[in-house]
């Protein structure tokens, strides 16, 4: 089966820094790579995905890219804020299929 | 448009009791996925149903776990008997047939067996 791993496991930013969370998949089949926020006693949120034919992907402060060939994404927070303070996770699937969950960043915004 | 809705929220219980759980997806959705996520971990899928259909089931530990969607809408998930390794939050997610991969998630039920 697919295996995601997800690095750093915590990450600690100054507010208005980037923060990029990397994360790598074992699987080539795999061709939807979402990331999720997940704030505390909540459910997570889907913040950002990708498809396997598209390299980049930006959404304001949020961008997401993918290197097929290395089989690798990151996540990409630029003019980081307080309330980007969450645990971020990664994901990988194959269409229609189970999604495959890193094991998560806790990233932590200082002001 | 309103989230998926999990009850209850928070659940206490002695190991070897049975628990449930219960999930209403988004409306129109017609696929329910649970999944289990320990402390510090991502979460794991348990079950998938495509409307009142189970699609894939691999991960769900079935001499304890069970799971249904008999309308294929809102679904159960039960534990019995629980164990202390059970302790965790149980997500239910949805998402909508035809609309590419995108789960919407629920808050959550979080489980502590003592």
């Known amino acids: 089966g697919e295996n995601v791993e997800q690095h750093p496991s915590t990450l600690s930013v100054q507010e208005g820094d980037s923060a990029v969370i990397k994360c790598t998949y074992s699987d080539s089949a795999s061709n939807y790579f979402p990331w999720y926020k997940q704030e505390l006693g909540k459910g997570p949120q889907l913040i950002i995905d990708i498809r396997s034919n598209v390299g980049e992907k930006k959404d304001q402060r949020i961008a997401v890219t993918l290197n097929k060939t290395a089989k690798h994404f990151s996540l990409h927070i630029t003019e980081t804020q307080p309330e980007d303070s969450a645990v971020y996770f990664c994901a990988a699937s194959k269409s229609g299929n189970q999604f495959y969950f890193g094991t998560g960043t806790s990233l932590t915004v200082i002001p | 448009e309103a989230g998926v809705a999990q009850s209850p929220r928070y659940k206490i219980i002695e190991k070897r009791q049975s628990v449930a759980f219960w999930c209403n997806p988004i409306?129109?959705?017609?696929?329910l996925y649970w999944y289990q996520q320990i402390l510090g971990q991502g979460p794991k899928l348990l079950i998938q149903?495509?409307?009142?259909?189970?699609?894939?089931d691999s991960q769900l530990p079935k001499d304890r776990f069970s799971a249904e969607r008999l309308k294929g809408v809102d679904s159960t998930l039960k534990i019995q008997p629980a164990k202390l390794e059970d302790s965790a939050v149980y997500l239910c997610?949805?998402?909508?047939?035809?609309?590419?991969?995108?789960?919407?998630f629920g808050p959550g039920t979080r489980l502590t067996v003592l």
């Open positions: 409306s129109g959705h017609a696929t």
């Open positions: 149903f495509q409307n009142n259909g189970v699609v894939d």
């Open positions: 997610a949805s998402s909508q047939m035809g609309r590419g991969n995108e789960q919407f």
